[in-house]
């Protein structure tokens, strides 16, 4: 069984940095692109960042380029995203998503499993 | 970027009947890389339907979806009390610039 486990979510005050980390288990990690969705409260999902099976190719919405970075570290079935400069827009719930396949296969770009999320509070 | 408009934004139905979510692109999504999701309260999306009509791993066949192009619907042929939730859809023909729809929530009426 896939399981996505997000950590590291918490207040923080504008212009601050936080980083995000997602534990995966029940299935090969390094074969599987994966990315970061948010939720702000009340609001509907926004895709934030994808990374490739290595980490060698990633993509950011526009709203947290040059802000956030996204990494993975596959000997620790782990996923990352570093938020920096943080306003109060950017709080919200912080998804990490499994993707259906690897970046270079265009079907499988949608997200076939998601973890319960962490919670990010931005403000002073 | 290609927008995503859902419709209704509501839809209020009672357990047992159908229920049919449009959701329209503002250009041609390239291969129906259309997927929906569903999320409950306080619950993460689960993927329902990809590829525009291929239902994910354990999805009843009360869900369908059909479409191409710009206009795409998801289909739930009698709705369970389990279906009371938002539904998202969301493009990935112009990745890497994935994009949702505002979501239509179907509440019990």
């Known amino acids: 069984e896939v399981q996505l486990l997000e950590s590291g979510g918490g207040l923080v005050q504008p212009g601050g940095s936080l980083r995000l980390s997602c534990a995966a288990s029940g299935f090969t990690f390094s074969r599987y692109a994966m990315s970061w969705v948010r939720q702000a409260p009340g609001k509907g999902l926004e895709w934030v960042a994808s990374t490739g099976t290595i980490g060698g190719t990633t993509f950011y919405a526009d709203s947290v380029k040059g802000l956030f970075s996204i990494s993975r570290d596959n000997s620790k079935n782990t996923l990352y995203l570093q938020m920096n400069s943080l306003r109060a827009e950017d709080a919200a719930v912080y998804y990490c998503?499994?993707?259906?396949?690897?970046?270079?296969?265009?079907?499988?770009?949608?997200?076939?499993?998601w973890g319960q999320g962490t919670l990010v509070t931005v403000s002073s | 970027e290609i927008v995503l408009t859902q419709s209704p934004g509501t839809l209020s139905l009672s357990p047992g009947e159908r229920a049919t979510l449009s959701c329209r692109a503002s250009?041609?999504?390239?291969?129906?890389?259309l997927a929906w999701y569903q999320q409950k309260p306080g619950q993460a999306p689960r993927l329902l339907i990809y590829g525009a009509s291929s239902r994910a791993t354990g999805i009843p066949d009360r869900f369908s979806g059909s479409g191409s192009g710009t206009d795409f619907t998801l289909t739930i042929t009698r709705l369970d009390p389990e279906d009371f939730a938002v539904y998202y859809c969301q493009q990935y023909g112009s990745s890497p610039k994935w994009t949702f729809g505002q979501g239509t929530k179907v509440e019990i009426k």
């Open positions: 250009q041609s999504v390239s291969n129906s890389y």
């Open positions: 998503a499994k993707m259906g396949g690897p970046l270079g296969v265009p079907d499988t770009r949608y997200f076939d499993s």
